[in-house]
């Protein structure tokens, strides 16, 4: 897949996941822990810093890449904070920095990058 596609789809993928993380909404299976809320935030946050590391042109980049998906993840929590009264959710923060370090080390397998990237 070409970088500008990816590139393209990152920037999709982002702002949906911070229009879903602070629309008001949320099915009662959503809002606390368990695998229903943790699966898919997990799977949110890997792809988010998959792709932001996929279009990273240097080696710091890539580190950066799930460094700033952690860093939003920290925003988003906090911003639901302040909008919705609630306490905030460490353990949503612990599963996006698990998300981002599980995804920079699948990454670092070149021939991914390689196969993905062109």
Known sequence: MKRA???RLAVLWVYGLVVVSL??????AFRHGGAAHDV???LAFFSAALL???IARSARQRIYAPLAVVAL???LEYAQRLLYRGP???RDL????CAALFAFLLARRRPLREILVR
Not at 23 to 28: A, T, V
Not at 94 to 97: C, I, L, P
């Open 52 to 54: 932001l590391i996929l």
């Open 5 to 7: 596609i990816l590139a």
């Open 40 to 42: 898919p935030h997990f």
């Open 23 to 28: 629309q008001p909404w949320r099915p009662k």
């Open 88 to 90: 905030f959710e460490w």
């Open 73 to 75: 993840g920290l925003a």
């Open 94 to 97: 612990a599963n996006d920095a």
